[in-house]
C-alpha cells in the first residue's frame, strides 16, 4: 500500500454514493486523512477507510454548508489540500419532458455546489499558502452528449469548462483537473435497471463492461499525489475507452 498521500488531508463530496465512498477509501488507503461529506453524514463509508476520518453532513448548494464543510474539515484533520467535487444529481428525461424545477435543481447541485465547494475551498487553501489540488468529476457525457439526459451532460460541460479556467486563474500553486468516468454501476447509474439497448450501448465500448466505483479512485490518487506535480486543466477518461482524446 502505498503512503503517497501521507499527511495530506482531503474532502470529498458526495461521499456516500458510489464514486465518492470509493474515492474517499482510495484517498484514505493512499495515507491522506479524509472528510466524507453528503446530505446526511456518510457514517459507514467514513468508517470503511483506513486512516483520519470525518464524516460531515452538508449540502453543497447552500453557501453557508460549503463554508462550513470546509471550515469543519480544516479545523478536524488540519487542513486541507485536496478537493474532491463528486456531489452530483442526474435527472435522465427527455428535453421536451424537464421542468424548470428539474433543470433547477441539477444545475444547482452539479455547478452551483462545484462553484461553492471550490470557492470556500481555494480561499482556504491560499490563506494557509501550501497550494493544493482540486478535482472535479466530470463525466464522458461532458463531450458524447446524450439523448434524453442533455442537462446533466451540460452540467458536466461546464465541469470540464471550470477545470480549464481555475487552472489557469490558480496556477502555479493550486493544480485543477478533472476526471470523466465512463458509466460505473452505482445507485445514479442504476445498472440495475437498464434497459436492454443502453446495456448493449454501453458494452460496446472498447472494454466491453461498465466500469466499478473502486476503478475512479487511484486516478484522484495520481492527481492529488507527487506523480502529477506538472497537470492542470486536464480532464482525464476513466471510461473503458468510450471517449478518446
Ligand atoms: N455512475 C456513473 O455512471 C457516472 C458516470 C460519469 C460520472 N459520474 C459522476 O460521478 C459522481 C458520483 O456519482 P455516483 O454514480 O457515485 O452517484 P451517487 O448517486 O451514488 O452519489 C452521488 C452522491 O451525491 C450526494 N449529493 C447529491 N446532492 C447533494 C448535495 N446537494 N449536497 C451534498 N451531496 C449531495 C448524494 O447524496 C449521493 O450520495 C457524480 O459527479 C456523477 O455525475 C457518474
Same mark, same amino acid.
Given at each position: 500500500m502505498s503512503d503517497s498521500l501521507s499527511g495530506r488531508v482531503a474532502l470529498v463530496t458526495g461521499a456516500a454514493g458510489g $464514486?465518492?465512498?470509493?474515492?474517499a477509501a482510495a484517498l484514505s488507503a493512499a495515507g491522506a486523512s479524509v472528510a466524507l461529506?453528503?446530505?446526511?453524514?456518510p457514517t459507514a463509508a467514513a468508517a470503511a477507510c483506513r486512516g483520519r476520518t470525518l464524516a460531515l453532513a452538508g449540502d453543497?448548494?447552500?453557501?453557508?454548508?460549503?463554508?462550513?464543510?470546509?471550515?469543519?474539515?480544516?479545523?478536524g484533520l488540519g487542513g486541507l489540500d485536496i478537493l474532491v467535487n463528486n456531489?452530483? $444529481?442526474?435527472?435522465?428525461?427527455?428535453?421536451l419532458e424537464v421542468s424548470v424545477e428539474e433543470f433547477e435543481r441539477t444545475v444547482a447541485v452539479n455547478l452551483r455546489g462545484v462553484f461553492l465547494m471550490a470557492r470556500e475551498s481555494i480561499r482556504a487553501m491560499?490563506?494557509?499558502?501550501?497550494?493544493?489540488?482540486?478535482i472535479n468529476i466530470a463525466s464522458e457525457l461532458a463531450f458524447l452528449g446524450r439523448a434524453g439526459n442533455s442537462v446533466?451532460?451540460?452540467?458536466k460541460g461546464g465541469v470540464v469548462t471550470f477545470t480549464r479556467s481555475w487552472a489557469r486563474e490558480f496556477a502555479p500553486d493550486i493544480l485543477v483537473n478533472a476526471i470523466a468516468p465512463g458509466p460505473v454501476d452505482t445507485p445514479m447509474l442504476g445498472l440495475a435497471?437498464?434497459?436492454?439497448?443502453?446495456?448493449?450501448?454501453?458494452?460496446?465500448?472498447?472494454?466491453?463492461?461498465?466500469g466499478r466505483p473502486e476503478e475512479i479512485g487511484p486516478a484522484v490518487v495520481w492527481?492529488?499525489?507527487? /506523480?502529477?506535480?506538472?497537470?492542470? /486543466?486536464?480532464? $482525464? /477518461?476513466?471510461?473503458?475507452?468510450a471517449v478518446m482524446n
Open positions: $464514486i465518492g465512498s470509493a474515492i461529506a453528503d446530505l446526511e453524514a453543497v448548494t447552500r453557501e453557508n454548508d460549503a463554508a462550513r464543510l470546509v471550515a469543519e474539515t480544516a479545523k456531489a452530483a $444529481i442526474m435527472i435522465e428525461r427527455p428535453l491560499r490563506t494557509a499558502g501550501r497550494g493544493g489540488r482540486v446533466y451532460a451540460a452540467t435497471g437498464m434497459s436492454p439497448e443502453l446495456r448493449r450501448l454501453e458494452n460496446s465500448m472498447p472494454l466491453g463492461r461498465v492527481l492529488a499525489g507527487p /506523480g502529477s506535480t506538472y497537470v492542470t /486543466g486536464q480532464t $482525464i /477518461g476513466v471510461n473503458g475507452g
